[in-house]
DNA sequence: CATACGTGGCA
DNA sequence: TTGCCAAGTAT
């Protein structure tokens, strides 16, 4: 694109920003020139990282309340962290967010690095979260590339390479966009034109301030952008939880590894996951009862989990029925209101 | 470059 | 119902 276009797009959108920009909580205010607190900020995008604005909203001012600085979250337990993030996914997030926020409160004094560089070194913080930190509270000038920004660019380009391997190329188109001018501003209007006009399925063209600029909208099937390679079927696996309940109430938990799977966080007694056959081995002898099972779906499997019920004692977590609810990963929390169901 | 890693909403 | 999609990162 010429570079006369280039000046005549970035201020479409960014006046269309200025009249449009959606109200989130980790934004400054309308009309406000405050600074953004880069805690907020990176807070904000760890949350946002394949997970829907209204989805992550209310954790992000839960934790906000909870832990109002870095240092205050670095200064949490893991096991509370752990509970905080239960429900929004990607537990590693959960477990990168802690070690991130040590390292800052540690070896810079609680104050985040300004710069994309001194952020990429940060744990959890790629090449997206870097830019988008160093852009919106640092006013660096970074190419800030998303699922949304590419979505916009391959259509704006018409791109024909299909995803993943247009990724370069995206990002290469993306950065011929970048300008000194409101780096911050620049890389949310990209965002939110991304999510609110550019959509997915049935993109707002009519409402679009570049569509002028765009490539796709000129074949007349923007929406057949970006291009991307089919991908595979998930494989089905079968697996059972064993909810094992004291004379109390109390129900045994355990806490998962570090590395895989919901790692970190705390579960049902459960074995294996197999695509065959279930892995039938209770974790101790008891008077196990049928409760059924419930469906879930992972990034790369499904899964029916079947649900066995028992009293009985043993070495395990106990927690209260509630507790163990706000803490569970959401398959554990379906499974676990099954077997009250039985 | 491919794979592992959650969840909920939508057509 | 099924598949796709959402402000990605680590290995």
Same mark, same amino acid.
């Given at each position: 694109?010429r ?65 109002p600085?870095?240092s ?10 752990m509970?905080a993030?239960? +429900? ?5 997030r ?31 913080? +790629? ?84 569509? %002028?600029?765009c ?48 790692? %970190? ?5 459960? %074995?294996?996951?197999?695509?065959g ?9 008891? +008077? ?20 066995r019920?028992?009293e +009985? ?18 398959v ?9 169901i039985?």
């Amino acid at each position: 694109m010429r570079p006369a276009d280039i000046a005549k797009l970035r201020s479409a959108l960014l006046d269309w920003y200025d009249a449009h920009a959606r109200a989130l909580p980790w934004r400054r205010p309308p009309g406000s020139t405050d600074r953004v607190d880069p805690y907020r900020v990176w807070l904000s995008e760890v949350m946002l990282q394949q997970t829907t604005v209204p989805h992550a909203t209310p954790y992000f001012e839960r934790f906000t309340a909870r832990w109002p600085t870095v240092s205050d979250l670095a200064a949490a337990e893991d096991g509370d962290l752990m509970a905080a993030w239960a +429900g929004l996914g990607y537990y590693a997030r959960a477990r990168n967010l802690l070690a991130c926020a040590r390292t800052v409160a540690r070896d810079h004094q609680g104050v985040f690095p300004d710069t994309e560089a001194g952020l990429l070194e940060l744990p959890g913080v +790629g090449a997206y979260t870097a830019a988008a930190v160093a852009a919106i509270a640092s006013d660096r000038p970074a190419n800030v590339v998303d699922g949304n920004v590419e979505r916009v660019v391959a259509r704006l380009f018409a791109v024909e390479t299909p995803l993943p391997a247009a990724r370069p190329e995206l990002r290469r188109l993306a950065g011929s966009l970048v300008a000194d001018d409101r780096p911050g501003d620049w890389a949310q209007a990209l965002m939110d034109l991304g999510s609110t006009v550019c959509r997915p399925r049935w993109p707002l063209c009519l409402m679009c301030p570049i569509s %002028g600029f765009c490539a796709a909208r000129a074949t007349g099937e923007p929406d057949r952008y970006p291009v991307k390679t089919k991908k595979a079927a998930k494989p089905h696996r079968r697996g059972i939880a064993w909810v094992l309940r004291d004379a109390g109430g109390r129900v045994a938990l355990v806490r998962r590894p570090d590395k895989g799977l919901l790692g %970190g966080m705390l579960g049902l007694p459960t %074995g294996d996951w197999r695509e065959g056959p279930p892995d039938e081995t209770p974790p101790i002898e008891a +008077g196990w009862t049928d409760a059924g099972a419930v469906e879930h779906v992972f990034t790369h499997f499904s899964l029916t989990l079947w649900v066995r019920v028992a009293e +009985g004692a043993g070495d395990y977590l106990w927690r209260p029925e509630a507790e163990a609810l706000a803490a569970l990963p959401t398959v554990f929390r379906k499974a676990l209101v099954r077997s009250g169901i039985a």
